[in-house]
T-cell receptor
Framework: KAGVTQTPRYLIKTRGQQVTLSCSPI?????VSWYQQTPGQGLQFLFE???????NKGNFPGRFSGRQFSNSRSEMNVSTLELGDSALYLC????FGTGSYNEQFFGPGTRLTVL | AQKVTQAQTEISVVEKEDVTLDCVYETRDTTYYLFWYKQPPSGELVFLIRRNSFDEQNEISGRYSWNFQKSTSSFNFTITASQVVDSAVYFC???????????FGDGTTLTVKP
């Protein structure tokens, strides 16, 4: 069974630009969650999509948005990038969602650097 | 609101030592789930174990063991006879259907020296 894949693995952008990250979950998983990982803040929950609907959202500004397609693949978009957006962005998939008993399967992450 | 505290930011031990990683959680939910994940230097988080709030049985898996105590809201993780390959960041996480999400602790970086 193929694992969670994320593309691209590395990105360098400048302030003010926008970026789109992609995540393909494990086959059969309908839930995709996004996390931001930084050295000082640990793993912060961004949002979860389940069957193409955003089911929950963390405390991030509206510049962070996402969507999920009918094949469960998900994209995350960050507009008007700021230096503080530099982080490792992790995608996780699970069968029934991040609030359930199911464990999450994480992708390798996308390392975003904002200059 | 849910909260997970991993008070130990970094731990360094010598191979073959036993080490315990602490995890304290806060939640108002009566039904919740606790997890431990390992993030090796390669970066990808890997699931280790889960417990639901009604199952306080401790568990042992090889050199790993977990102690869940609702009375102290703790879910501690012990590695016996540590090895260099155990070097990683370990995260404790809490989730519930009510909260609709998982809350992670800040992680504990474990370094096992040969």
């Amino acid at each position: 069974k193929a694992g969670v894949t994320q593309t691209p693995r590395y990105l360098i952008k400048t302030r003010g630009q926008q970026v789109t990250l992609s995540c393909s979950p494990i086959s059969g998983h309908r839930s995709v969650s996004w996390y931001q990982q930084t050295p000082g803040q640990g793993l912060q929950f961004l949002f979860e999509y389940f069957s193409e609907t955003q089911r929950n959202k963390g405390n991030f500004p509206g510049r962070f948005s996402g969507r999920q397609f009918s094949n469960s693949r998900s994209e995350m978009n960050v507009s008007t990038l700021e230096l503080g957006d530099s982080a490792l962005y992790l995608c996780a998939s699970s069968l029934f969602g991040t609030g359930s008993y199911n464990e999450q399967f994480f992708g390798p992450g996308t390392r975003l650097t904002v200059l | 609101a849910q909260k997970v505290t991993q008070a130990q930011t970094e731990i360094s031990v010598v191979e073959k030592e036993d080490v315990t990683l602490d995890c304290v959680y806060e939640t108002r939910d009566t039904t919740y789930y606790l997890f431990w994940y390992k993030q090796p230097p390669s970066g990808e988080l890997v699931f280790l174990i889960r417990r639901n709030s009604f199952d306080e049985q401790n568990e042992i898996s090889g050199r790993y063991s977990w102690n869940f105590q609702k009375s102290t809201s703790s879910f501690n993780f012990t590695i016996t006879a540590s090895q260099v390959v155990d070097s990683a960041v370990y995260f404790c996480a809490l989730s519930s259907t009510n909260a609709g999400k998982s809350t992670f602790g800040d992680g504990t970086t474990l370094t096992v020296k040969p």
